[in-house]
C-alpha cells in the first residue's frame, strides 16, 4: 500500500487548537477575536501546522465560555461576524490551513431559544427536547449529580419539573432520543459543512446518553466529597482511588446505549461531505467504531494524564493503543488542551523545563499519530494561577474556591492557590504576543478578560523568541518542518524497540522507503544506547542535543540529559 497517495490530510497534518477569547485581539477590546485570529494566520503557516481547531466560537452567554451555545449558526458578536468568519475561513484554506469547529452536542445553553421555549410550559411542542422530570417529594428525580459540582437536576420554578444537565446548571442536556432534536442539530452540522469547514471537534460525547432506567448509583459520596477526596490524595495510590470513586457515582452519565448509533449516523453525514473529520473529545477506542463508521480520530488523553512522562508510561500506552485501533481508525495525540494544565508546567520539574518541553515535542511529532498542540505552548507558555479570586472567571475556579474556603476549611491564601491549580483560567490566560504591556495581546489601557502571565516580560513572547535562532518557538517551527519532510512519521508503522535501559525510550517510524529511528533520554545523565535491531549506518536528521546532518552508529548512541534525537536509517 502507498501510504502517501491514501494518507489524508488530517492524518498527516499538525492540528493546532486556537481558543479564540485569548489568542489574538483584532479590535482592542480586552478579548480575542476573528480579527485577530485572521491577522496570525501568517505566523500559524510559519510555525508549519496544517489545521486550527477552533474552540468553540458560537454566541454564548459564556458561563462556560462558549461551550454553552445560545445559537449553533452564528458567532459571538465579541469574536465578529458570520462574515468575519467566512473570511477567516477562506484565509486559512488559502494557505492549506484546515479548520476544525468544535460542536457541542450534549447540551446546550439555557439560554438558547430552544430551551427558553421548552421550560416555558408543560405542552410547548419543544419541551421534549430536553430532559424533564418530576422531582421525588421535594428531592431531585434521581441522585446523579453534575460532573461540575452539586446536583444533576435543577428546579425549574415556571413548571415545578426538574432538567437534567451534565455540566453547569446553565447547560441544559439535550434529549437525543427526540428526532426533531437530531435533525435540529445535524441541520447545524450541515450548515458549517457547506460553508466548507473541514470538521469537527466533538465536544463531551460519551454524555450525550444517560442510563435509560435513571437509576441510582448507589454510592455514599457526594460531588462535594468526590472534590475533597480528589483534592487530599497524595500517592498515585489515592488520586487512582479517588478516579475510581468517581466512576462508581457517574457511571450511568457516560458512555451509554444509543451513542455508538449516534456517532455513525453524524458519520454517514459528513461522509456526505469530501474529506472531512471528525475527531472525539474521548480517549474511549469504541468510538472508533470498526474503522470507517464512527469516529476518524479519538484523544490519546491517558498520554497526557500523568505526572512525569517515563518512557515505561509512553511504551505501554502506544502498545495498549495502537494493538486496539481498529483498522482505518488513526491515533491523535496531544500534551494540554484548553481544560487542562499548560504542558510546560505539566511535565516540568522546575530544573530541566526547556528541555523537558523540547523533548515531548519531538515525542509528540514522533509518534504514530495526528498531533495536536495548544495555542501558546510553541512559546513555552506556562500556567498562570490568578491570585485573587474577583478575577476568576472559569465557574470551576469559584466553585473550587468555595469549597476550600466553606469545607475543606483552608485558609484564604491556600483557598485562592488550590482553586486557582484546580480550574482552568490557568491555561486560558491571553497569548503572549510581545514584550510589551500586556503582552502585546491587546492595548496597555484595556484590561484583558483573563490577566497576562507577566513572563510575558521575560522572554516568554512570540517577538523576542522570534528574533532568537535558539528559542523554543524557532525549534518548534524546526521540529515540525522535520516531521513534515518525513514520510516515516508522518505514516510510517511504529515499532518498539527494546533498550534496557529504563530511562531510554526508543522506537521505529518506517515506511516501504524510509526508516526512523526515534530515541529519547528520559533522564538529567548521559546514557548509552545499544540497539542492536538496526543497522549500523544513518544520520541524525533532528536532535535536541546535536546538528542534524552527523554520521552515527545507531546500534550504539550516546544521549545527551533529555536527548530527543530522529536518525534517519540508511
Ligand atoms: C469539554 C470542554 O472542553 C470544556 O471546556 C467544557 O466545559 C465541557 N466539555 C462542557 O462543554
Known sequence: MNMMNEAKWWQTAVIYQIYPRSFADGNGDGIGD????????DYLKALGIGAVWLSSHYPSPQVDYGYDISDYRGVAPEYGTLDQFKEF????????????????????????????????SLDNPKRDWYIWKKGRGNQPPNDWYSTFGGRAWELDPTTGEYYYHYFFKEQPDLNWNNPEVRQAMWSAVRFWLDMGVDGFRLDAVGTIFEEPSWASHGQPYTSEDLYCI?????????????????????????????????????????????????????????????????????FNFPLMRVNHLTPHHVLTNQQGRLSQIPVGGWPCNTFGNHDTSRSYSHFGDGVHDAALARQQLVLLLALKGTPVLYNGEEIGMTDYLIRAPSLFRDPLNTYGYRLEMEVLGSSPEQAVWYSAERGRDKCRTPLQWDHTANGGFCPADITPWLPVNPNYAEGVNVADQEKDPGSLLNFYRQAVNVRQQTPALLYGNYTLLE?????????????QEQSVLAVFNFSERRQAV???????????????????????????????PYEACLILLD
Open 530 to 560: 545499544k540497539l542492536s535491531q538496526v543497522g549500523k549506518f544513518s544520520h541524525v536528521l533532528f536532535s535536541t542535543s546535536q546538528p542534524g546532518g552527523d554520521r552515527v552508529t545507531a546500534s550504539c548512541l550516546s544521549l545527551q
Open 499 to 511: 533498550t534496557e535501559n529504563s530511562d531510554v525510550l526508543a522506537f521505529l517510524r518506517e515506511t
Open 89 to 120: 475561513l477562506e484565509q486559512a484554506h488559502r494557505r492549506d490551513i484546515r479548520v476544525i469547529l468544535d460542536m457541542v452536542l450534549n447540551h446546550t445553553s439555557d439560554k438558547h431559544p430552544w430551551f427558553v421555549e421548552s421550560r416555558s
Open 34 to 41: 476573528f480579527a485577530g485570529i485572521i491577522s496570525k494566520l
Open 230 to 298: 480528589e483534592r487530599l490524595a497524595k500517592t498515585d495510590q489515592e488520586k487512582q482511588d479517588a478516579l475510581c470513586k468517581w466512576e462508581t457515582v457517574f457511571h450511568n452519565q457516560y458512555d451509554q446505549p444509543g451513542v455508538h448509533e449516534l456517532m455513525q449516523e453524524l458519520r454517514s453525514i459528513v461522509d456526505g461531505y469530501k474529506d472531512r473529520v471528525l475527531i472525539g473529545e474521548t480517549d474511549d477506542i469504541s468510538y472508533y467504531g470498526h474503522g470507517d463508521d464512527e469516529l476518524h480520530m479519538v
